[in-house]
């Protein structure tokens, strides 16, 4: 007895035989169904869509005032890069960072390793005795999704760059193929 196809040449097939009539998209070649986009960065679509509302969440929060705290200066460029236009504070010294930012709303954004954590700490323990929350979850909710590929903010950009470049990509070839049909 045949072994049933894997789920993805299974919806090829299904898309296939649904072919174009009825005003139906042309069939999606396996290629662009099995997208190595998602599979080479280890990122999944619904992943990607949750990543771009997690950076979306913190341009719109930094564009209201919220300090963002980085490890150094790549970092600050990977967020720009990103659209991140608000203050960015380049973590020197507990002290220093949190004179810098008084009473504000702060977001920490240190690297998902030991010492981008010691730092969160660190922060964390200065900003509470000072009476001040600060935002950590954005960093969680980011590095929960890409962990595997990225660890340093200094790379985000041009991760999100790299899948937005080939999700492109494989668009615009699928649109050639519809336009040949």
Known sequence: MKSPAP?????????????TEGGLLPPLPISFINSKVFELL?????EYIEL?????ELIEKSKNGAVIIVEGIKD?????DLGVEGKII????????VDKVKNEDVIILTDYDERGNKIEKGLISKFLSWGVIPDTNIKKRIFALIKKDVTAV???????????????????????????F
């Open 90 to 97: 380049i973590f020197s010294s507990y002290v220093s960072v």
């Open 52 to 56: 771009r509302k997690i950076l979306n």
């Open 154 to 180: 200094e790379n985000l950009a041009e991760y999100v760059s790299k899948i937005e470049n080939n999700l492109k990509l494989n668009l615009q070839s699928y649109k050639g193929i519809k336009k040949s």
């Open 76 to 80: 600050k460029k990977s967020l720009r």
């Open 42 to 46: 280890m990122l999944n679509q619904e």
């Open 7 to 19: 789920p993805v040449q299974r919806l090829a097939a299904q898309t296939n035989a649904a072919g």
